[in-house]
């Protein structure tokens, strides 16, 4: 596929800033061992998913810095912290990211990724007090929607783990997903991306909806399972496709 | 949320011995880089969730290292190594949990957690000969219930991988279910958190049934749910809910 | 089970290449934390499991290495890809493998792969020259067969994500399927068992049909998923056992 697509990949080195970050997350190992996944990295996935419309650079890097998260992969963290940085994400917004994160996908998942950006952090000059800390004035709160969904909750699973109803109330709802250093639409979209990462479609419907009612939309969804093919594998999105296809279409009822 | 939370997580820190190990699994580049995770761990997670009366301690330990290992968090195994030694989980038990462990959530799983867990064990003089080795005297067979088990899995699977079903017989019901160094119940226990983490709660029913019939009680079931919500993530106890809940009621009738 | 096993475990140790890569994927640290786990690994998994008929060490090196590169096992890659080159599979079919397996299992999987295979290819006079890159004669496309495919996917996904769409078309079905240095059964062997090892049974039916098509016979589909039972865990296993008998079924109507 080289021929037709230098085209775009050589516009891509040119032009802008992350072309340089995007080349540094492809290990040098790659071009001596895979030859041919280099050309696919550079010609397909740098030339051409990057660039694509539907997703700005900046919310493909939020995402792809949330899958990397999901799927553990430490060593990709650093390269792809810098990216973000370099593509329009804040410092806050990615410790914002890690921290959502460890609820949704796992404590370990997100100290580890903690333990991968701080040289970056370091490097930049940034300091944990330009972060937001514990003590923040949170979003307001929908009390209805929130007491009905707690309502929901408690009346399905109340019996089999009150802990479970209880943390998912006090530590999610009324509390982290107030905090306001990460947008609603982009705390959304990174636990959709999350889910889409971990194979988990069936916890999807509820949080592509709320990414969605947050302003996500229908473009920046389908771009959003694009660019995700490549970063979670084809098979996870295409495990999610129905359900974003059920979305769409109860939505648009 | 941390003025309310801070006394409990304070009584924690002042009255138990695994205070400092729970700290010293969370790596210090999280206060630099998400001070508002930090927060979440010392107030909510150390304080709240590892207090909470559902579940021993020793329990949460050896859950925790069980998801651990299952999520292939390599830089995680050592601290929890050390917690579940000083919260009672014996040299023994993570020995039998991780051979255990190498059958229910693969081989290179349980094979890096022993690199992380050796230098642990060498620091405090725990030895090969310490330790559960091949030959052991065997529990007492069911040898009914096998039967049963064995004649459905045959008759289901045995044109399909008659492989399978042997190795399920002979490796797995005949001899590593039987070994003496780790409870039948904990057994069980380590298995149903393996599949929390790992996202496969199609295959919890069977598993969750025989910790209940080997002692784990519904409260415990449920402790582990709310405790695993943190170290597997939400979405993964979501998934296991309906499943537990389903397990619950049909024992109750 | 020390005694049964012993001999068949010595045979393999004396009269096969690989039984001494097959030690060299155990860490030391096995014999130190877990005897027992050390003797499981010796005497069933490589004295019984890696000699069974129904599917050839070659295969099975390449079917492990495909387990280890779909859940981003770091440390194992090196180690499996030395045994995979001494059982006969070719550097330029493990260079097809992470290549194909980025966009199956995801990019971040197959890139941490090359920076664990290259110190190996080094090793052993492996250049970036000698492996295919990106323009090689693709194999013939059956036309109607991928008109069918596209139509379908374009039908039921196109106002989803047309990105998928496109590049499902344009870089997996009329590029990557076709790229000669990996056969057609291998490709889609390594399909199903990185389906298998991710947990994706619900996408196995489609690729296991296509292994089938292509040459894999039925005993070395059963073969393989015996050999994954203990790379990728019994449940991994045990979910994709239902999807294995229904194709199995449906082919022999």
């Known amino acids: 596929m080289k021929s037709h697509l230098a085209a775009s990949a050589l516009a891509l080195m040119g032009t802008t800033a992350s072309a340089q970050e995007l080349e ?116 307001p709160l929908d009390k209805e929607a929130e007491a009905a969904r707690q309502n929901m909750v408690q009346d399905t699973y109340g019996e089999v783990s009150q802990g479970v109803v209880d943390y998912t109330e006090t530590m999610l709802f009324r509390d982290l997903w107030l905090r306001p250093d990460l947008a609603p639409r982009d705390r959304s979209m990174i636990t959709v991306a999350g889910l889409i990462a971990a194979g988990q479609p069936e916890q999807m419907t509820f949080h592509l909806n709320r990414a969605m009612d947050n302003g996500l939309t229908q473009a920046e969804a389908g771009g959003m399972l694009a660019h995700l093919a490549f970063y979670a594998g084809w098979p996870r999105v295409f495990s999610a496709m129905p359900v974003a296809k059920d979305v769409f279409a109860n939505r648009s009822e």
């Open 24 to 139: 540094a997350t492809l290990p040098e190992a790659v071009a001596a061992v895979a030859p041919a996944l280099q050309d696919y990295a550079e010609t397909g996935l740098f030339g051409q998913v990057w660039t694509a419309d539907s997703l700005s650079q900046r919310d493909r890097a939020l995402v792809t810095f949330a899958a990397m998260v999901t799927r553990g992969e430490a060593t990709q963290i650093a390269p792809f912290t810098a990216l973000a940085l370099d593509a329009g994400v804040t410092p806050a917004e990615l410790s914002e990211t890690i921290t959502h994160l460890a609820f949704y996908t796992g404590w370990g998942n997100a100290t580890a990724a903690a333990t991968a950006m701080a040289p970056v952090y370091a490097q930049r000059g940034i300091a944990p007090t330009d972060l937001p800390d514990a003590d923040v004035d949170p979003l």
